[in-house]
């Protein structure tokens, strides 16, 4: 099992930037496949990017592509999501979350099964 913590979330101008990290705990995080998601209030929680377990593959959604950036270092156990350009539109409660099976940095959030308590980013226009 693994548990997830995020931080880095925070209040920010439009056309700012944040970096939100995610800390895992347990001896396989390079084992997971992880993601980043987010929810809006009233909305769905929606996908924003993915990284493979080794960290050469990626996927993002369209609306974050060329702005967002998603890494991770296996031996610090962390995922890290850079923000840039940030517009209100991208105001929510974003999840870290954790893939046990398969390899694909998928967007589908009922793939992933571990989940951390999520940060709020709040950009004010």
């Known amino acids: 099992q693994v548990q997830l913590v995020e931080s880095g979330g925070g209040l920010v101008q439009a056309g700012g930037s944040l970096r939100l990290s995610c800390a895992a705990s347990?001896?396989?995080?390079?084992?997971?496949?992880m993601g980043w998601f987010r929810q809006a209030p009233g909305k769905e929680r929606e996908f924003v990017a993915a990284i493979s377990r080794g960290g050469l593959r990626t996927s993002y959604s369209d609306f974050v592509k060329g702005r967002f950036t998603i890494s991770r270092d296996n031996g610090k156990k962390t995922v890290s999501l850079q923000m840039n350009s940030l517009a209100p539109e991208d105001t929510a409660l974003y999840y870290c979350?954790?893939?046990?099976?398969?390899?694909?940095?998928?967007?589908?959030?009922?793939?992933?099964?571990?989940w951390g308590q999520g940060t709020q980013v709040t950009v004010s226009s």
């Open positions: 347990g001896r396989t995080f390079s084992m997971y496949v």
């Open positions: 979350a954790a893939k046990s099976r398969g390899t694909d940095p998928s967007p589908g959030p009922d793939e992933y099964g571990y």
